[in-house]
Every structure is written in C-alpha cells, then in structure tokens.
C-alpha cells in the first residue's frame, strides 16, 4: 500500500508562486525587448493584457499593434533595448508593479541614437498568466551617440525640438536632495527601512504619475 504524500504547507506554497511570478515577470520584460527589437509585433503585444489600453479612448492588442507598427516602421530603422536592474514588488498574489532600467540604440535617419531609461510597470496575472497592464516609459536623455546630452532638456531627436524626459519624476526624493544640503554641525536623520514590498511605493511617497511624452 503506497503511503500518501504530505501535502506541502500553505506558506511554502505562497513561497514557491512568488518565486515563479518573480521569473515570469522578469521574463515578461525580456520577452517585451527581444519581440521588439526583431519587429515581432504580435508576439510583442500579446505580453499585454487582452483589453490593454491604448492612448484615451482604445482599447485591446489590436490597436495596440497599429499604434507599435506605426512607431517602428516611420521612426526607427533598428532598435536594441539592454535591460538593466529589475525591482518587483507585489501588492497581492495576481498584481504586482515593477520598475525595470533600460538603455537603449536606435537607428534614426542620419543619427544613431543613444537613450538611457527606466519603465514604471504594472503587471497582472490572469488566467495564469502574467501580463503588462501598463507600461510607463521614463526617459533621461535621449541623443546621438557623438553627442554628450549635456545640460537640460536632454531628450535630442533629430529634426523635433530638445526637450525634459520624466526620468526623476516619478521620485521626490531628486528634487528633495537638491534643494536641502545638510547641516555639517550634526548628524542627518534617518528614515525607518522601508516594509516588506513597499521599497518603491514607499520612495514615491504618493507622488502622482508624470505625463509621459513619447517622443
């Protein structure tokens, strides 16, 4: 008589679907780089949400795809997103928000520009799986590579007007530092460490999202 297997503690369970939604969702952004980069559209808006939202008014992949292909194929000959450090947080089992860096080259007419970035990400799991529900794209500089973005407005396509990416926007803390230099007579106060899964939302500290301008 073969003897029935303990089933495995609730918490180790919680445990072991954190561990595999933290690698699906860092796949999520892999994938995200890779199908755009080789112009796979419908693999790149399928790691989005069925009914996504697209500008105010659409919704779904379809438009989505029209508004990407558009992007791609009147602005940019060649693209390739290097992902950097990726933070995930979850506020519970099936949401999650992420903030993922990204440097990027693009092939732009007669310039090869350089953009270093970050995404402020919403994920979601639905029937399994997880998906982008929005993607809040957060650019520092922008700018050919033989030109420095030295100075403000530091967002450099060729042919449009220079102007300020959101990249510190999302934090208070930039503005914060610049504007309070420390008494040198004493020591600096320090903040209680962050709790578990509230690092990012407690560095926002309730800061509204920024009105991104895509390029």
């Known amino acids: 008589m073969t003897t029935p297997m303990p089933s495995a503690p609730a918490d180790l369970l919680a445990r072991i679907d954190r561990l595999e939604s933290l690698d ?15 112009r796979d559209l419908d693999a790149h ?3 989005f ?18 508004w990407v292909d558009d992007t791609l194929r009147n602005q940019f000959s060649g693209t390739s997103h290097h992902l950097g450090q990726h933070i995930i947080e979850f506020s519970d089992p099936d949401h999650a928000t992420g903030v993922v860096y990204s440097k990027n080259e693009h092939e732009t007419g007669p310039e090869w520009v350089v953009m270093q970035m970050l995404y402020w990400d919403d994920y979601e799991r639905i029937d399994g799986c997880w998906y982008f529900r929005r993607r809040l794209p957060c650019y520092w500089y922008a700018s050919d590579l033989n030109k420095p973005p030295i100075g403000d407005r530091k967002m450099r396509w060729p042919g449009r007007e220079p102007y300020q990416g959101t990249f510190h926007a999302l934090f208070p803390s930039w503005q914060e530092f ?6 040198k007579d004493s020591l600096p106060e320090v903040a209680a460490p962050a709790p578990m899964e509230k690092f990012l939302a407690t560095m926002r500290r309730g800061t ?8």
């Not at 699906?24 to 080789?38: F, N, P, T, V, W």
């Not at 949400?49 to 795809?65: C, F, S």
């Not at 509204?208 to 390029?215: G, K, L, Q, Y």
Request: charged share 30%.
């Open 24 to 38: 699906a969702i860092r796949q999520l952004a892999g994938k995200y780089s890779l199908s755009l980069d080789m």
């Open 45 to 47: 808006v399928n790691l």
């Open 49 to 66: 949400a069925p009914d996504i939202r697209v500008g105010r008014e659409k919704t779904g992949r379809a438009h989505l795809k029209a």
């Open 178 to 183: 610049w504007a309070q230099r420390p008494d």
């Open 208 to 215: 509204p999202d920024p009105r991104i301008r895509v390029r």
